[in-house]
């Protein structure tokens, strides 16, 4: 199979070091020292910028290396499992140039990324201190100065406001307003007097301490005219389909974020002992840390069917991106919610228990959800597409081809054509349109193999959960002006749906990729897909079905990857360091 968005992060993860080891320049315990002290992580994105990462950033076309999105997802993943305060940090630069990517010039893309492979950090302008995710209402301002424009007004909360050189900054450029009222305008501050711009002070925050989550005012700051990313008055819609890059690309933060929980939590299970046994070996703990393996594999199949699916659904982004940035990180702080009852009071406490890095990890990961719209901007950005979803469901539209290129892993993927992307899926989804050929195949499979059985009727529940969904979707399609709860509700429901489809859909067409791999036991009778569509029924308020069999089998699992060097995940992944026995036998061997 082509393994190479695995294999790149692997070694990356190598040149990072082991993350255990205190001496380490990209340690855990490095980490929590910076966090203690609030300190920007300097020395490590250096380290990052050296190894390369920003070129990863930059397309290939514009000089970079960035040509698949799938990869781009498993290298941050890997920056987020050390720490989210790096990842943030530096993957903000991604976030600041992709404006450029989706809009720019072949001259100012090739400009920009340039200075990004350089080093230069960029960021991303669009949020204000009185409006929030309301980008209409904003109000900083371009005034025609005849030669370009003069730039006023404030952003607040911005990541690397002050760190970074450069800004992709939604601008009102027309004073009324209004969605052609406004113009990204990529504004280099190295070409500004200081006069005419100042940084606003490092906001304080719960999570991420060693951010850069600052703002910054202009003040008629002189900007020329080549700045202007696009046409003039199409900010707006050039700002929402880069975000539909962006938000399926923070899926990286959560999965690396779940990782590290798991780990951890893992690690302590195993180490513990209650009432005469360890930890893992009692029931409930085992339900716990089974349940939540199997959330992080529900994730995990959303997330690289979604990257994929940037190169061949492009035209779906709109839905696809929006499902992806709601379910991960709601997702994910569940996840790390479950493990905070196996910790009990060592998730709350710093240098106890593994350098406290699990309560850095839950406080870092809350911001996950707020970045480039919070879920119900996302599930908002559904309920507004539910009449062409209906419609694609009852017509059986959408992209199927694409949504099968992006289930198989061993179909490269087509270069990204940014022009594809759209403000709304008109024909529908091309994942929910597969689903009922994949149930299909798994019901025919099961006939063949019995180990399927269960999983096919699992499947095929999922079916008739989507067909309400999309009849309950009908009763909100057309809303004009507030949105019930009960409309946030059905959406919550279709991004489940969506992603039992993508699971469905990985698992049926890349299944036999795995065999004689390390995830095998994985792939095989379709194990993970057994407890993802279990769990995914669950958060859909169906009827729980008891399968210890299969929890049981997916925790041992997780506890073999553990002790092998492995990470826990759909695909083979060596971790850097020596293999690890597990944590109680190595306490055992030092007593």
Known sequence: MRDTPYRLAEELDAFLG???????????????????????????????????????????????????????LQVMRAVARRDLTVAVGHGKTYLGGVCVWVAGTPEQAARLGADIRAGVPVSLGLTERAHGSDLLAGEVRGADSGTGWLVSGEKWLINNATRGSLLSLLTRTDPAGGPRGFSVLLVDKRELDKDHYRHLPKVHTHGIRGADIS??????????????????????????????????????????????????????????????RRLIDLPQARRTLSTAAADVLVHEALATVAARSVHTLTDEMSITAAVTKYLLPSGTED????????LGARAFLKGVHADGMFQKVERDHR????????????????????????????????????AQAAYDLSVPLPALDPSRLSLVARHGSGVLAGLDASVARLH??????????????????????????????????????DVPPAAFDTARRYTLCHAAAACLGLWTHSAPLFTGTGTEPLWRDGLWLRTALDRLLHRLGEPDTEDAEAYDALLDHLITT??????????????PGAPAESVADATTARN
């Not at 879920?375 to 081809?401: H, I, K, M």
Request: glycine fraction near 10%; aromatic fraction near 6%; proline fraction near 4%.
């Open 562 to 575: 553990r002790r092998s060097g492995e990470l826990f995940s759909l695909h083979p992944y060596r971790l």
């Open 335 to 342: 996840v790390l919610a479950q493990l905070t009852g196996l």
């Open 444 to 481: 025919t499979l099961a006939e063949e193999r019995p180990g399927l059985t269960r999983v096919a009727e699992a499947a095929r529940r999922i079916a008739a959960v989507a067909d309400d969904v999309h009849t309950d979707m009908e009763r909100w399609q057309g809303l004009v002006g």
């Open 367 to 402: 911001i996950v959800g707020l970045f480039d719209g919070n879920t119900l901007v996302n599930l908002n950005s559904l309920v507004n597409q539910f009449r062409s979803l209906v419609r694609g469901r009852r017509r059986g539209t959408g992209d199927l081809a694409g």
């Open 18 to 72: 082991d993350p255990e080891d205190p001496r380490g320049w990209f340690s855990h315990a490095r980490c929590a020292e910076l966090d203690e002290q609030e300190e920007f992580p300097a020395g490590i994105c250096r380290r990052l910028d050296d190894w390369g990462l920003p070129e990863h950033y930059v397309p290939v076309e514009h000089g970079g290396r960035l040509t698949d999105y799938e990869q781009l």
């Open 215 to 276: 703002g910054i005012t202009f003040h008629d700051a002189p900007v020329d005219r080549s700045a202007l990313v696009g046409t003039e008055g199409t900010g707006l819609e050039i700002v929402l389909k880069a975000l539909q890059l962006t938000r399926t690309m923070c899926a990286a933060l959560s999965l690396g974020a779940a990782d590290h929980g798991l780990r951890l939590v893992q690690d302590f299970a195993e180490q513990r002992e209650l009432y005469g």
